[in-house]
């Protein structure tokens, strides 16, 4: 059954989705660079923007796994594709307003598996897929990325300790771009990839595409702007969280910490891992403050975040199921045209009440006073 | 394929840990060349952070690092594009 209407209505919800992803995960990529002073804020989140674009180019390998490897594309409808995002668009703002740095990757395949399973039941999940391809990759990640970062810290620090203090910053500080660079590119590999592939699925449901089918250029492009501009808009919110909330960093640490990330996140993606770059990220973060003697890890900020990402998948597929069963009780155009109206409503909501504690460039990098990662003191007013 | 790809989760953390950690290593060794004290004059106090020492071999050595590291890059871009990628199946 095609249905032109809803089609186009699933493609701008993606990439409206693939917008907040790039909002969202902007501090992956820059939080490191930020917090040590290498890079000015704009200055890093224009850059990250352009790499992001550029990496969303670079390889379709996870597009291809979220198109056809997780559910069976014969039994998704436009309907049940729509009710995913939604429940993905929903979590993935509720996090951000609270400056928790989840997966919006998850979030998406929470969402698209949760409405997959109300609407056609549990032989509809590619459960294979989703455990060698989504879960284990998630687990085990942050795992590797610390483990990386902490050898990688190591080394660094060992290496470097006969450079004066000021030299050796200086001389990271120009190092730390260049792998902050590369956690960008990393990031639009992986991340971009996602909505892809949901748009890819969509086309696939509505019999745009055959079955099987890899994600045409218009797709491709259209995702690459999205998140690239949404990426330059800025999450300065998370960025604050992981620069600033784990760990302490030095720019050796940060550089160890992206390299670290970049390493993982492109080896995955290359073997179609549709891994979370917010888990590596904070994995790496981590690790660089175990690498090194004296740093102190926050693992009270750690252990909120690792809560919150155990509760991504299940909440996302909840609030995937939920969308569905509205959408499909009202039945047909009208039900989706409704689901949409009423996610546009709550994440203009979500925005608003957002405004009322702003994080941007004026406050980024304040003192750390503890607590909740998303109440940063005012910006002083000198 | 099974439910754990254990060839790709061995070729994760090998790679990783090469790139990952490797790279950035090797940058510091690039550094630690660089900053190595040469015939020129040096003024600056320990708190200096002059990054260039004055050592023209210490800058050979530093210029070579840092294009291994570059080349590393380009290669390992390549191969992730060359892999995600594939040739459209022929039907």
């Known amino acids: 059954m095609r ?6 209505l699933v493609v701008i919800t993606a990439l409206a989705f693939d917008f907040t992803n790039g909002f969202h995960d902007t501090g992956n990529a820059m939080a490191t660079s930020i917090a040590t002073g290498a890079l000015p804020p704009r200055v890093a989140v224009a850059l990250s923007g352009l790499l992001n674009l550029v990496g ?6 996870v597009a291809a796994t979220i198109a056809s490897g997780l559910v069976n594309t014969a039994e998704v409808t436009l309907q049940v594709v729509a ?4 429940g993905g668009i929903i979590w993935n703002l509720l996090t951000w307003l609270f400056g928790i740095p989840s997966s919006s990757s998850h979030a998406l395949i929470g969402g698209v598996i949760g409405s997959t399973l109300a609407a056609a039941g549990g032989s509809a999940v590619q459960w294979k897929g989703l455990v060698s391809k989504v879960v284990i990759p998630a687990a085990l990640s942050p795992i590797i990325a610390a483990g990386v970062a902490a050898i990688g810290t190591w080394l660094l620090y060992r290496i470097s300790r006969s450079l004066t203090r000021g030299a050796r910053n200086h001389g990271f500080r120009i190092g730390q771009v260049g792998s902050a660079c590369m956690v960008s590119l990393a990031h639009g590999t992986n991340d971009a990839q996602k909505t892809m592939g949901v748009i890819t699925l969509a086309l696939i449901a509505n019999g745009t595409l055959p079955t099987g089918a890899q994600a045409p250029f218009w797709v491709i492009l259209s995702c690459a702007l999205a998140i690239s501009i949404g990426t330059y808009l800025g999450g300065w919110r998370v960025i604050r969280t992981l620069g600033k909330g784990l760990v302490e960093i030095e720019s050796p640490q940060g550089m160890a910490a992206e390299s670290s990330s970049a390493a993982i996140i492109l080896l995955s993606a290359s073997f179609g891992y549709s891994l979370s770059t917010t888990h590596v990220a904070t994995g790496s973060i981590i690790g660089t403050g175990l690498g090194k003697r004296g740093a102190d890890v926050r693992w009270n900020v750690a252990g909120r975040m690792a809560t919150a990402w155990l509760f991504t998948l299940p909440s996302a597929g909840v609030a995937g199921a939920l969308a569905y069963w509205l959408a499909h009780g009202i039945g047909g155009s009208l039900g989706v045209i409704i689901l949409l109206a009423i996610l546009t409503g709550l994440s203009l909501a979500i925005y608003l009440r957002s405004r009322a504690t702003k994080v941007d460039h004026n406050n980024v ?3 750390w006073t503890g607590g909740a990662p998303s109440e ?3 910006a002083a007013a000198a | 394929m099974g439910w754990i790809n254990l060839s790709a989760i061995w070729k994760i953390v090998v790679f990783g840990l090469l790139a990952g950690a490797g790279l950035p290593a090797l940058f510091a060794i690039g550094l630690r060349a ?7 004059v040096q003024t600056a106090g320990a708190d200096s952070d002059h990054v260039y020492g004055g050592n023209v071999l210490g800058l050979v050595i530093a210029v070579i690092c840092f294009l291994i590291i570059l080349a590393a890059l380009g290669w390992g871009i390549y191969e992730v594009y060359q892999i995600g990628h ?3 199946a022929k039907h």
Do not use: K
């Open chain 2, 86 to 88: 594939p040739a459209p």
């Open chain 1, 3 to 8: 249905n032109d209407l809803v089609l186009v």
């Open chain 2, 34 to 40: 660089l900053v190595l004290p040469g015939s020129r």
């Open chain 1, 376 to 378: 940063p003191e005012p």
């Open chain 1, 365 to 367: 990098n304040d003192q």
């Open chain 1, 56 to 61: 969303a180019f670079l390889s379709l390998a």
């Open chain 1, 83 to 86: 009710a995913g995002l939604a």
